[in-house]
Antibody, heavy 119, light 107 residues
Framework: EVQLVESGGGLVKPGGSLRLSCAAS????????MNWVRQAPGKGLEWVSS????????SYADSVKGRFTISRDNAKNSLYLQMNSLRADDTAVYFC????????????WGQGTLVTVSS | EIVMTQSPATLSVSPGERATLSCRAS??????LAWYQQKPGQIPRLLIY???TRATGIPVRFSGSGSGTEFTLTISSLQSEDFAVYYC?????????FGQGTKLEIK
């Protein structure tokens, strides 16, 4: 069974840092592009960042560029999001999502991890 | 950044009727367009990719059409489980963007 499990969310003060992880199982992780998507409380979906299968192509939304860093470890079947200089408007559920093969739509999603930025 | 605009924001339809949701891109995304369904408290589910290809396990009452900048998601005969929020998403370039969503509610 294909599974994505996020962890690392929690309460952090403005200006603080947090590292999210996503553990993948049930598929050949190293063959797939991976993504982070977030959803603020009561709001819509916002794409955050993408990384290709070999980590040589990475992209960020303007809202997080320069503050967030996506990475992956194919040996550990894991995806990461290092979040620095956090702001209140970063408060959201963060989802890990897999690109489909042949189409960059998100065909598999984790359950999400909640990040709350508040003093 | 490609801006995706969905309309209407809320659509009220009776069960058994047809629902038509629209999505417009600020520039051409070819057929690189997906639709997702999200129910309250649940994660998004991929419905359509490539503008018109149903994802695995998606009922035939869901269909997508369009290319370039104008796209449509049609649900042919609404079932109770179809009332949810629907998002379009473009993946024409590496910087993906979502529409703001259309809430499909029971009339």
């Amino acid at each position: 069974e294909v599974q994505l499990v996020e962890s690392g969310g929690g309460l952090v003060k403005p200006g603080g840092s947090l590292r999210l992880s996503c553990a993948a199982s049930g598929f050949t992780f190293s063959s797939y592009n991976m993504n982070w998507v977030r959803q603020a409380p009561g709001k819509g979906l916002e794409w955050v960042s993408s990384i290709n299968s070999s980590s040589n192509y990475i992209s960020y939304a303007d809202s997080v560029k320069g503050r967030f860093t996506i990475s992956r470890d194919n040996a550990k079947n894991s995806l990461y999001l290092q979040m620095n200089s956090l702001r209140a408007d970063d408060t959201a559920v963060y989802f890990c999502a897999r690109d489909g093969l042949g189409a960059w739509s998100f065909d598999c999603w984790g359950q999400g991890t909640l990040v709350t930025v508040s003093s | 950044e490609i801006v995706m605009t969905q309309s209407p924001a809320t659509l009220s339809v009776s069960p058994g009727e047809r629902a038509t949701l629209s999505c417009r891109a600020s520039q051409s995304v070819s057929s690189n367009l997906a639709w997702y369904q999200q129910k309250p408290g649940q994660i998004p589910r991929l419905l359509i990719y490539g503008a018109s290809t149903r994802a695995t396990g998606i009922p035939v009452r869901f269909s997508g059409s369009g290319s370039g900048t104008e796209f449509t998601l049609t649900i042919s005969s609404l079932q109770s489980e179809d009332f949810a929020v629907y998002y379009c998403q473009q993946y024409n370039n590496w910087r993906r963007t979502f529409g703001q969503g259309t809430k499909l509610e029971i009339k």
